[in-house]
T-cell receptor
Framework: GAGVSQTPSNKVTEKGKYVELRCDPI?????LYWYRQSLGQGPEFLIY????????DSGLPNDRFFAVRPEGSVSTLKIQRTERGDSAVYLC????????????FGEGSRLTVL | RKEVEQDPGPFNVPEGATVAFNCTYS??????FFWYRQDCRKEPKLLMS???SGNEDGRFTAQLNRASQYISLLIRDSKLSDSATYLC????????FGAGTILRVKS
């Protein structure tokens, strides 16, 4: 498709389980961002990739969160030992380059941890 | 202090009104600034960039005051379809979003 694709769109899991969220950016976009958004809040920065490498991972809340982008295209956000506080919408965005402000967002993956 | 602060609103205005939102940022090294719009349960989308000289796009005007670390968005002749959350975004070494300002335009 032409836009940023995220799967799954909804994920319900139990506390303590492992979760993977996938993002397929727009073809040719070298920059990829992960944000998470809770109700009534703006998107909270998690991590930014330029190509295959994480240019800035300062937003990852703790070592339970990890993200990869092995071939510089698709990215996976991995959350270990999920907690109820991890419940949020996880948004992925891509841009042609990392130095512009025009991000194209996917529709998000809504994670609910019971 | 949050990196980007916005009044959450909601701003409830009648159709045709002029409404202004403000945003302050803490990182004086920030280099670029943007307004995004987010509809309910949808993803954010770029509304406009904010340039030092100020810029206008139809009914929307954005201004930047670097000295006061302040950004504004003015919407003239509000339409029902302008109802959304407006997110201020600041680019230092990463794009940081504010919590958003809710606008509700009523007929």
């Amino acid at each position: 498709g032409a836009g940023v694709s995220q799967t799954p769109s909804n994920k319900v899991t139990e506390k303590g389980k492992y979760v993977e969220l996938r993002c397929d950016p727009i073809s040719g976009h070298t920059a990829l961002y992960w944000y998470r958004q809770s109700l009534g809040q703006g998107p909270e920065f998690l991590i930014y990739f330029q190509g295959t490498g994480a240019a800035d991972d300062s937003g990852l809340p703790n070592d339970r969160f990890f993200a990869v982008r092995p071939e510089g295209s698709v990215s996976t956000l991995k959350i270990q030992r999920t907690e109820r506080g991890d419940s949020a919408v996880y948004l992925c965005a891509s841009s042609f380059r990392g130095d512009t402000g025009e991000l194209f967002f996917g529709e998000g993956s809504r994670l609910t941890v019971l | 202090r949050k990196e980007v602060e916005q009044d959450p609103g909601p701003f409830n205005v009648p159709e045709g009104a002029t409404v202004a939102f403000n945003c302050t940022y803490s990182n004086s090294a920030s280099q670029s600034f943007f307004w995004y719009r987010q509809d309910c349960r949808k993803e954010p989308k770029l509304l406009m960039s904010v340039y030092s000289s100020g810029n206008e796009d139809g009914r929307f005007t954005a201004q930047l005051n670097r000295a006061s670390q302040y950004i504004s968005l003015l919407i003239r002749d509000s339409k029902l379809s302008d109802s959304a959350t407006y997110l201020c975004v600041v680019n230092g070494n990463k794009l940081v979003f504010g919590a958003g300002t809710i606008l509700r335009v009523k007929s």
